[in-house]
């Protein structure tokens, strides 16, 4: 069997699959896949690689399966390390806020006081109107706690599916997801440049520090 690759210099490379032993499924998936993949991570060329190589494997229902459930764990795995982006900010009183389904979390901090702007994905809209609620914050002046439309715990909003997006401020929605936003660093820096204008907007005065966008 016979997959491509991509190098640092985004050029690509065929290679031939050793040792796969066609008795073990599992072991046979875990070799394919190993190879389609682990590069993919060093840049979107060898990503866009990898997307490639997986639409030419030739697998049976149950080593689809097993693959799918494989990328499934991963997925997981990778969305847990991603909710910790935004951990060890200051003030280390305030609890971390919890980031919503179909949406995502914007967050700076400005004179030792925890600013998190919610945002929706597309096609998804806020549960409560918050045309002139940009933000939730938490610092000493709240007792280190979030004041949000929620009453008790850290959740500052919720993003439900729907055809129009009218709840919000028009800043307070991707153009298509979060994590297509989060993929380009000019994306997602235009995100958090836009959230501290309004902060300075809204009177909130210094300099942003441990600024991260976390998508839920």
Not at 148 to 155: A, D, L, P, R, T
Request: overall charge neutral; charged content about 25%.
């Amino acid at each position: 069997m016979f997959v491509r690759s991509g190098d640092e210099r985004g050029r690509v490379h065929i290679h031939r699959v050793k040792n796969i032993k066609k008795t073990d499924k599992k072991l046979d998936i875990t070799g394919m896949v190993f190879v389609c993949f682990s590069s993919a991570v060093r840049n979107e060329t060898h990503l866009q690689v990898a997307v490639e190589c997986g639409e030419n494997l030739q697998l049976s229902a149950e080593q689809t399966a097993v693959l799918l459930l494989s990328v499934r764990n991963l997925a997981d795995s990778l969305h847990k390390h991603h909710l910790k982006e935004c951990q060890g900010a200051e003030p280390k009183e305030c609890p971390e806020p919890e980031v919503p389904e179909n949406g995502a979390l914007a967050c700076v901090t400005v004179s030792n006081k925890r600013y998190c702007k919610p945002l929706c994905n597309n096609g998804y809209d806020f549960a409560w109107l918050r045309t002139g609620r940009l933000y939730e914050e938490c610092g000493n002046h709240t007792g280190n706690k979030w004041i949000s439309q929620y009453i008790g715990g850290n959740k500052l909003a919720e993003c439900k599916e729907a055809s129009i997006q009218v709840s919000g401020a028009k800043t307070a929605y991707f153009p298509q997801d979060c994590l297509t936003t989060k993929s380009s660093s000019q994306l997602q820096g235009t995100i958090i440049e836009v959230f501290t204008t309004e902060l300075k907007n809204q009177g909130v005065q210094g300099e942003p520090q441990y600024a991260c966008l976390v998508c839920g």
